[in-house]
């Protein structure tokens, strides 16, 4: 099994979209953790306000085969239209953060909206950029950037991860 760590956005039903994503990641493998929900403005466009959050994920795939196997069928069932509007809307936007503690991209421990939740439920991983615990990370950019914790959206799959 490869653990993955995923990020998970939209600002389309986010309310909705966000724990169907879950439910369907379920499907095909094992959740460990997940953070909770954080509201933050759009960046890059002027939509609706988005909701993230993080996810550790086991899974059997290789990152090829998880984002082709498992990713993009959750994105498109749950109606992801890809554009070439990079900031436009989305019902679901899943991406692989960390995969066997690997960084897939030196982008993600620089965006609040991937570095707070992630924090939650990785606060000793040591990012890459600066070699400081991401949860450090996340308390600076918390200084900088609005971000509300909305709990509600995601506390069945938080209540789960609690039971033995």
Same mark, same amino acid.
Not at 22 to 37: M, P
């Given at each position: 099994m490869h653990q993955a760590y995923l990020s998970l956005g939209s600002n389309i039903q /986010? $309310? =909705?979209?966000? /724990?169907? #994503?879950?439910?369907l990641l379920y499907e095909h493998g094992? %959740?460990? +953790? =997940?953070?909770?929900?954080?509201? &933050? #403005?759009a960046v890059g466009s002027e939509g609706p306000n988005f909701l993230n959050a993080c996810a550790l994920f086991? &899974?059997?795939?290789?990152?090829?085969?998880l984002k082709d196997q498992v990713i993009h069928?959750?994105?498109? +069932?749950?109606?992801?239209?890809? &554009?070439?509007?990079k900031f436009a809307p989305r019902t679901i936007d899943i991406d692989i953060v960390l995969?066997?503690?690997?960084? &897939?991209?030196?982008?993600?421990?620089?965006?609040?909206? =991937? =570095?707070i939740p992630l924090a939650e439920i990785y606060p000793e991983y040591l990012n890459p950029l600066t070699?400081?615990? %991401?949860e450090k990370t996340a308390a600076r950019l918390r200084q900088? %950037?609005?971000? $509300?914790?909305? /709990? $509600?959206?995601?506390?069945?799959?938080?209540r789960k991860r609690m039971e033995p």
């Amino acid at each position: 099994m490869h653990q993955a760590y995923l990020s998970l956005g939209s600002n389309i039903q /986010p $309310e =909705v979209n966000l /724990p169907k #994503a879950l439910d369907l990641l379920y499907e095909h493998g094992e %959740i460990i +953790k =997940v953070s909770n929900a954080w509201e &933050s #403005a759009a960046v890059g466009s002027e939509g609706p306000n988005f909701l993230n959050a993080c996810a550790l994920f086991n &899974s059997p795939h290789l990152p090829v085969e998880l984002k082709d196997q498992v990713i993009h069928r959750i994105e498109t +069932k749950l109606g992801r239209r890809r &554009s070439e509007d990079k900031f436009a809307p989305r019902t679901i936007d899943i991406d692989i953060v960390l995969f066997d503690d690997q960084l &897939s991209d030196d982008k993600y421990v620089r965006q609040a909206f =991937v =570095v707070i939740p992630l924090a939650e439920i990785y606060p000793e991983y040591l990012n890459p950029l600066t070699r400081e615990r %991401i949860e450090k990370t996340a308390a600076r950019l918390r200084q900088q %950037i609005w971000m $509300e914790a909305r /709990p $509600e959206v995601l506390g069945r799959f938080n209540r789960k991860r609690m039971e033995p």
